[in-house]
């Protein structure tokens, strides 16, 4: 269960709690248990039972109930990526795959982080050199997203236990060796899409620590415009590229 669950059910857990002892507490609601009044025990067992039936519920849903996944060409926020790939974290064929996903995603969070809180002591965030950095770390990153909705596209198409079949003993013998070998090479395809997509999230990874040592060296370095700066260069190369094959 992710943070944003559990969280979830423990203020769950302490609404119902406090609606509890604030309804039950003597002296406050005038409902008590075991009283004098017949109605006001029945109310108050009746309030414990549906208090029950929520915290059952709600612990259902939270824990065992699979979330409703966002449709990829909608997803726009971080956790939305995140409960994606954990939609997929089981397929035993991509896990590795889906596991490094979710570790770059982590890591892209902590670089920006600390990309931004960099810029923001070198330089006011009305100067033009800090737009011009910001808006190619904010540029770069929808391109890691980019990558990361095609390999949930792939996942969303690509079925490693239906490959696991297909290519049993019992299912060989039913098929000719061309067929076996055009749908074998069909989903290597699709995982080597998928790598290509890792790897490409992992050089704008590396281009994001080249940049943060370059703006940490900018005091000794000598550059006339920030556009000079060889890594400026390089997202720069990537972005436009990018747009190239999106048009």
Same mark, same amino acid.
């Given at each position: 269960?992710?943070?944003?669950?559990l969280m979830k059910?423990?203020?769950l857990?302490a609404?119902?709690?406090?609606?509890?002892?604030v309804i039950l507490?003597?002296g406050?609601?005038?409902?008590?248990?075991?009283g004098e009044?017949?109605l006001?025990?029945?109310?108050?067992?009746t309030l414990?039972?549906?208090?029950l039936?929520v915290l059952?519920?709600?612990s259902?849903?939270?824990?065992?109930?699979p979330p409703?996944?966002?449709?990829?060409?909608?997803m726009?926020?971080?956790?939305?990526y995140?409960?994606? *790939?954990?939609?997929y974290?089981?397929?035993n064929?991509l896990?590795?795959?889906?596991s &490094?996903s979710l @570790?770059? !995603?982590?890591?892209?969070?902590k670089k920006?982080?600390?990309?931004?809180?960099?810029?923001?002591?070198?330089f006011d965030?009305?100067?033009?050199?800090?737009k011009?950095?910001?808006?190619?770390?904010?540029?770069v990153?929808?391109?890691?997203y980019?990558?990361?909705?095609?390999?949930l596209?792939?996942?969303?198409?690509?079925d490693a236990?239906?490959l696991s079949?297909?290519t049993s003993?019992q299912?060989?013998?039913?098929?000719?060796?061309?067929?076996?070998q055009?749908?074998t090479?069909?989903?290597n395809?699709? *995982?080597?899409s998928?790598a290509?997509?890792l790897?490409?999230n992992e050089?704008i990874? &590396?281009?994001l @620590?080249? !940049?943060l040592?370059?703006i940490s060296?900018l005091d000794s370095m000598?550059?006339q415009n920030?556009?000079?700066?060889p890594c400026?260069?390089e997202?720069d190369?990537l972005?436009?590229q990018?747009?190239?094959y999106?048009q």
């Amino acid at each position: 269960m992710n943070s944003s669950r559990l969280m979830k059910l423990l203020g769950l857990i302490a609404g119902v709690a406090v609606l509890d002892i604030v309804i039950l507490s003597p002296g406050l609601a005038g409902v008590e248990i075991g009283g004098e009044s017949a109605l006001e025990t029945a109310s108050g067992v009746t309030l414990l039972v549906i208090s029950l039936l929520v915290l059952l519920y709600g612990s259902y849903a939270l824990l065992f109930k699979p979330p409703v996944l966002t449709p990829v060409k909608n997803m726009k926020t971080h956790e939305d990526y995140i409960t994606a *790939l954990n939609h997929y974290r089981n397929a035993n064929v991509l896990k590795k795959d889906i596991s &490094l996903s979710l @570790d770059q !995603l982590d890591r892209l969070e902590k670089k920006k982080t600390t990309l931004l809180d960099v810029l923001s002591q070198r330089f006011d965030p009305a100067e033009l050199s800090y737009k011009k950095f910001h808006s190619v770390i904010d540029e770069v990153g929808q391109l890691f997203y980019l990558n990361i909705k095609g390999i949930l596209n792939k996942l969303s198409v690509f079925d490693a236990s239906e490959l696991s079949a297909f290519t049993s003993e019992q299912k060989l013998a039913q098929f000719s060796n061309k067929l076996v070998q055009e749908k074998t090479a069909l989903h290597n395809e699709y *995982l080597t899409s998928v790598a290509g997509y890792l790897g490409a999230n992992e050089e704008i990874l &590396l281009k994001l @620590d080249k !940049l943060l040592l370059e703006i940490s060296q900018l005091d000794s370095m000598d550059y006339q415009n920030i556009e000079d700066m060889p890594c400026m260069q390089e997202m720069d190369a990537l972005i436009k590229q990018t747009k190239f094959y999106k048009q």
